[in-house]
């Protein structure tokens, strides 16, 4: 079969067709700290400049070998222009300091009625992802950009002052309050998701951080996190990609069967050949090398490590295509270069299809 | 009369019913019913029923913070009635978020067991800074340190308190007992810490274990 660019590869792999081998996706996140260590670029100036910003992330596909580019690089975008202050405070290795949010929007339950839904085109972060994804666009053509959005409820915590604790307090206490406070997220999320498409996104990602296996019930699942990403997924006109994190397990059906995301990304404590074998025919599985968890191979192992891992899933995941190679989590910049490095190279040696 | 009134605090902290615990406690000092007895027989009980529906999955996180807030609610009424130290008697306890992390809710659930079973915990909050550590440490020398942190990055800041411990000449007395999602037994032999638990229970085990409980 003849070579595919990135994008044909990741259109087959969605439409059902046999792409020339596995895609690999990764959710480049705060390892774009490596990129920035080379480019000499603090966190706090590279997510504010367009053209530092375009310089780190075009390296995700002209230096990793990624398939696709992934942008923003960090969750603080929604919340931050929803009203929350971000400051460049939380050491994360070799002098670096990412953004955590340090005033929140709504200190008060009552100031939920004051948000408004941002103009992506008008706050700052956000058009800085706007600019560097029609700059991506046009030079890279052919290697699709993944656009992404905070789930309603990793932003909605961004945005509280109680943030998990206090929303999860409140799930019991005044759960309506907590619907619509999702549902503003969703909105927000949904105004960035069409803005980034119009600039040239060929697909939105979504990860779900805080509302995991160990803090909620299936039930509350359906319930809290299901009706907001449902919207966003209606709303836009591209695929859907959805990371669950930690064990997604549980809730696997339901993202499958009411969220229906067009991609579905999960941590490596799911058992890739039992999703394979239940969800395989209806969505595309996206895993899932080990990535968070002390002892990871993408963090604590060699590159030996994480070639046998990938090629482990890729052996499971890739017979019948739907299938892309992965990290189970973020790629955090406590993972290795070498590491990441012989993931994108799994995919070439591993992942052919004849 | 007090075994009613215990029966019925259990049920408000296992319910969540705040505003209904912190009531009854103060009927239980009225009673002039010894504080360390509703801690006891009404307190523990109730954070041992609700830590067992978290292990069955009848409960989760939800519902344990709000039992968190019903048995807080009474505890620290109770509290300001108990001589000083009959309250968290059993060993002195610093607990903390490692620098560079927010994420508390696991460190909470901890402190509240560990509170509940009649450990003083000095609770240091989220994203302390290490030398916050090695300073309150050495002011209180408690004789267990518990360092918990969410996110894989901030291992590290793990790693570098035990070791700022180590330099300080601190490390020797007290026990570091290390938990939180990303964390493992191999990494907490790999940083030299003392234990690694998977959950509170594991931790109030472990605590127990140490000072003959």
Partial sequence: ?354 | MSEELFKAIVEAVVLGKIAEAGNLAQKTLDANIPPMDTVEQALIPAMEIVSGKYDRKEYYLPQMLISSDAFYKAFDLLKTKMPTGAAGGKAKVVIGVVEGDVHDIGKNLVKTVLEANGYRCIDMGRDVPIEDYVEKVAEEKPQFLLLSTLMTPTMLSMKRTVEALEEENLRGGVKVVIGGGPISTDFCKKIKADFYGDNEKEGLKYLNSQIGA
């Fill in chain 1, 1 to 354: 079969m003849a070579a595919m660019t990135p994008i044909e590869r990741v259109v087959a792999s969605i439409t059902k067709k046999t792409p020339d081998r596995v895609p690999v996706i990764l959710y480049f996140q705060s390892a774009v700290q490596h990129d920035l260590k080379e480019l000499d670029y603090t966190w706090e100036e590279a997510l504010n400049h367009p053209r530092k910003l375009f310089q780190a992330i075009e390296r995700q596909y002209t230096y990793w070998g990624a398939d696709n580019f992934f942008l923003p690089v960090d969750f603080r975008v929604e919340g931050e222009a929803l009203g929350s202050k971000v400051t460049y405070k939380l050491k994360c290795g070799e002098g670096y300091r990412m953004g955590v949010v340090t005033e929140w929007a709504v200190n008060d339950k009552s100031d939920l009625d004051k948000l408004t839904v941002p103009d992506p085109t008008k706050d700052k972060r956000m058009s800085v992802t706007l600019e560097v994804i029609r700059r991506l666009a046009k030079k890279y053509p052919q290697v699709p950009i993944a656009g992404f959005v905070n789930g309603p409820p990793d932003t909605a915590s961004d945005v509280y002052v109680g943030r998990y604790p206090g929303i999860f307090v409140e799930m019991i206490n005044d759960p309506d309050w907590v619907l619509r406070l999702f549902d503003k997220c969703a909105e927000t999320s949904i105004a960035f998701a069409k803005a980034m498409i119009e600039a040239g996104a060929a697909a939105i990602a979504t990860v779900e951080g805080g509302m995991i296996d160990e803090a909620i019930s299936p039930d509350q699942y359906l319930k809290f996190v299901v009706p907001g990403h449902k919207k966003i997924r209606e709303a836009i006109n591209v695929p859907y990609v959805y990371h669950q994190c930690e064990n997604a397990t549980p809730f696997f059906d339901i993202i499958v069967n009411e969220i229906k995301p067009a991609v579905v990304a999960f941590h490596d404590s799911v058992d890739l050949k039992w999703a394979k074998e239940k969800y395989g025919d209806k969505v595309v599985l996206a895993g899932n090398v080990s990535a968070s968890k002390a002892g990871a191979s993408l963090m604590d192992g060699t590159p030996e490590d994480v070639l046998r891992e990938a090629k482990k899933c890729i052996e499971i995941g890739m017979p019948g295509g739907s299938f892309w190679l992965t990290a189970g989590c973020e790629v955090h910049h406590a993972c290795k270069p070498e590491n990441i490095k012989a993931l994108v190279q799994a995919a070439k040696e591993y992942g052919v299809y004849k």
